[in-house]
């Protein structure tokens, strides 16, 4: 499978643990996003690297969240001190610069939940 | 601010009828307006994008910027369209993607 890859699928945390999700994007595609979905809503923009270079941070993304991309490959987001509304479907897409950024290729997402 | 509206969380039609899913956005410039669709247990994917001009399994979405719409239209709805539909836009320079809230279509048969 060339698509993009995400582990764990599904990550159950009691509250106050740190969690970390890694994202596998298409091979080569220079841009990375994660996303954040919770039940009922579309996804929400979370961040978005360009190579290892991270662009662009939204304000959900509070001091608890941190992502890296250290190569420009794989990237990972980690959770510390999780709280229940940090449950949520966190998804990661990618996109490549020599075809078009413009369309967002995503993973299956990982599943947290927080007890 | 960038804000995308779709109305409709559920839409239910009979297989053969056409479906129409509505789709009002908020952009201070001039985006870039996708559909994007997650079949069941599948990944989210993109289905069409203004700026191609396509029609992709039978849909198609025409951008009217005056009533900021891009509603996805469908003459003859089958049951393999049911699925979870999001629209979504894109500012200039191709950074995030800001989704309506989606809308579940049921195909009856």
């Known amino acids: 499978d060339t698509g993009v890859s995400q582990d764990p699928r599904h990550k159950i945390t009691k509250r106050g643990q740190n969690v970390t999700f890694r994202c596998d994007p298409i091979s080569e595609h220079n841009r990375l996003y994660w996303y954040r979905q919770t039940l009922g809503q579309g996804p929400e923009f979370l961040t978005y690297?360009?190579?290892?270079?991270?662009?662009?941070k939204s304000r959900l993304l509070s001091d608890r969240f941190s992502a890296e991309r250290p190569k420009g490959s794989f990237s990972t987001l980690e959770i510390q001190r999780t709280e229940q509304g940090d449950s949520a479907m966190y998804l990661c897409?990618?996109?490549?610069?020599?075809?078009?950024?413009?369309?967002?290729?995503f993973g299956p997402g990982t599943r947290l939940t927080v007890t | 601010a960038q804000r995308v509206t779709q109305p409709e969380k559920l839409l239910s039609v009979f297989k053969g009828a056409p479906v129409e899913l509505k789709c009002n956005y908020s952009y201070s410039g001039s985006p870039e307006l996708f559909w994007y669709v997650q079949y069941s247990r599948q990944r989210l994917q993109l289905l069409l994008r203004h700026i191609s001009r396509e029609s992709i399994k039978g849909f198609t979405a025409d951008l009217n910027k005056g009533e900021t719409s891009f509603h996805l239209k469908k003459p003859f709805a089958q049951e393999e369209d049911s699925a979870m539909y999001y629209c979504?836009?894109?500012?200039?320079?191709?950074?995030?993607?800001?989704f309506g809230q989606g809308t579940r279509l049921t195909i009856n048969p």
């Open positions: 690297f360009q190579n290892e270079a991270q662009l662009e």
């Open positions: 979504a836009l894109s500012g200039q320079g191709a950074q995030k993607l800001v």
């Open positions: 897409a990618s996109s490549s610069g020599t075809t078009n950024y413009y369309e967002q290729y």
